[in-house]
């Protein structure tokens, strides 16, 4: 079947598509996911998936912004190719309509990040040509946050 790249840009699109996250995130509720988006979204959050006919196989949320030391920058945020669909060039897909959306904003970089333990991930990333720049310090002030 014939694979379809989308960008979802309203909330309904992509709370329509909960169950891929919990792919990645299996206690994350969905009232949580609305209440997130409903504060991402007015700031540059958007999605985009990969369909296989009706299904949602792949999906990843992007943001746009600008740093100091690096100018404007396009950041993956929650990568997920639903585990019966890998192997099948999804990943790849996404991965090459965020390096084209990259370059026609004029951003300088893209940006993730990979859990350190994902191994499956890194290798993934480093065969897309992305390679870690440094390390994503983090406190955790709340726990019970955390998706």
């Given at each position: 079947?014939?694979?379809?790249?989308?960008?979802?840009?309203?909330?309904?699109?992509?709370?329509?598509?909960?169950?891929?996250?919990?792919?990645?995130?299996?206690?994350?509720?969905?009232?949580?996911?609305?209440?997130?988006?409903?504060?991402?979204?007015?700031?540059?959050?958007?999605?985009?998936?990969?369909?296989?006919?009706?299904?949602?196989?792949?999906?990843?949320?992007?943001?746009?912004?600008?740093?100091?030391?690096?100018?404007?920058?396009?950041?993956?945020?929650?990568?997920?190719?639903?585990?019966?669909?890998?192997?099948?060039?999804?990943?790849?897909?996404?991965?090459?309509?965020?390096?084209?959306?990259?370059?026609?904003?004029?951003?300088?970089?893209?940006?993730?990040?990979?859990?350190?333990g994902n191994f499956?991930?890194?290798?993934f990333y480093y065969?897309?040509?992305?390679?870690?720049?440094?390390?994503?310090?983090?406190?955790?002030?709340?726990e019970d946050g955390?998706?």
């Amino acid at each position: 079947m014939k694979l379809e790249l989308k960008e979802l840009t309203t909330k309904e699109q992509m709370l329509a598509q909960y169950a891929v996250m919990l792919h990645l995130y299996s206690n994350f509720t969905y009232e949580k996911y609305d209440a997130y988006l409903t504060e991402m979204i007015p700031h540059n959050y958007k999605q985009i998936a990969v369909f296989e006919g009706d299904v949602c196989v792949g999906l990843s949320g992007l943001w746009s912004g600008t740093k100091l030391w690096s100018g404007k920058y396009l950041e993956i945020d929650n990568f997920i190719v639903h585990p019966d669909h890998r192997k099948k060039g999804i990943g790849k897909i996404m991965t090459d309509y965020v390096d084209a959306v990259a370059r026609e904003t004029g951003c300088t970089m893209i940006v993730l990040d990979a859990f350190t333990g994902n191994f499956t991930a890194h290798r993934f990333y480093y065969n897309q040509g992305y390679a870690p720049k440094g390390f994503h310090f983090l406190k955790i002030i709340n726990e019970d946050g955390l998706s």
